[in-house]
């Protein structure tokens, strides 16, 4: 079955630190790009931290130095570490897949996207 599965999420009092994990399944042969997005109550998703084959980062500018985003492309799982969080990183946290080819049906899949993983930053 073709997914991502996601876990990690939680709550956590303001500056504690938590690491999200998202696998995918399948026989898979290569994913371009990996992701983790975040909606809070009332906002838009939006870009948190992504990571390509080759290893660039690219980064929101509220998380730079407080998140690091790693991928294992031998298990097919994306990490994000987040470090001093702060109440406002309160969101759901999405996973997010580009460019994944497998070695059999469906061969391709131009985007996955994970069931979501809330965390919640309070004291």
């Known amino acids: 079955q073709v997914q991502l599965v996601e876990s990690g999420g939680g709550l956590v009092q303001p500056g504690g630190s938590l690491r999200l994990s998202c696998a995918a399944s399948?026989?898979?042969?290569?994913?371009?790009?990996m992701g983790w997005y975040r909606q809070a109550p009332g906002k838009q998703r939006e870009l948190v931290a992504a990571?390509?084959?080759?290893?660039?980062?690219n980064y929101a500018d509220s998380v730079k130095g407080r998140f690091t985003i790693s991928r294992d492309n031998a298990k097919n799982t994306v990490y994000l570490q987040m470090n001093s969080l702060k109440p406002e990183d309160t969101a759901v946290y999405y996973c997010?897949?580009?460019?994944?080819?497998?070695?059999?049906?469906?061969?391709?899949?131009?985007?996955?996207w994970g069931q979501g993983t809330q965390v919640t930053v309070s004291s």
């Open positions: 399948g026989r898979i042969l290569s994913i371009n790009v």
């Open positions: 997010k897949m580009d460019g994944v080819r497998y070695s059999t049906v469906p061969y391709y899949r131009r985007e996955l």
């Open positions: 990571i390509t084959t080759g290893g660039s980062t």
